[in-house]
């Protein structure tokens, strides 16, 4: 079973929102701290953004910060991200991932990913 499938990947014209979901399957997926990471092909993936197991530490990237938002719901073991007024930058795969520790407020020691999600922007 794979630990963490996301979904609402989609193609959308600049300006325009998605909400992405990453479902986890760990038994104790309340645990683990999460983020979204994306992904362009031939370039390094970036951290977008971050939660703790709680729910009420987010933090962002500086190129999605007041677009996008992280939340997490535990009782459905859920992870979304919302991004709004998405431009082409904001084209990648975009992968969740599940953290076990979390340090100087983000989340650390990925030891779960997604298999991604694609995300594409029309100017």
């Known amino acids: 079973q794979v630990p963490l499938v996301e979904s609402g990947g989609a193609s959308v014209q600049a300006g325009g929102s998605l909400r992405l979901s990453c479902a986890a399957s760990?038994?104790?997926?309340?645990?683990?701290?999460l983020a979204w990471f994306r992904q362009v092909l031939g370039k390094e993936r970036e951290g977008v953004a971050g939660?703790?197991?709680?729910?009420?530490?987010?933090y962002y990237a500086d190129s999605v910060k007041g677009r996008f938002t992280i939340s997490r719901d535990n009782a459905k073991n859920t992870v979304y991200l919302q991004m709004n007024n998405l431009g082409p930058e904001d084209a990648a795969m975009y992968y969740c991932?599940?953290?076990?520790?979390?340090?100087?407020?983000?989340?650390?020691?990925?030891?779960?990913w997604g298999q991604g999600t694609q995300v594409t922007v029309s100017s």
């Open positions: 760990m038994y104790d997926a309340r645990n683990y701290c």
């Open positions: 991932a599940a953290g076990n520790y979390w340090y100087a407020g983000t989340c650390k020691g990925y030891v779960y």
């Open positions: 939660i703790n197991t709680g729910g009420d530490r987010p």
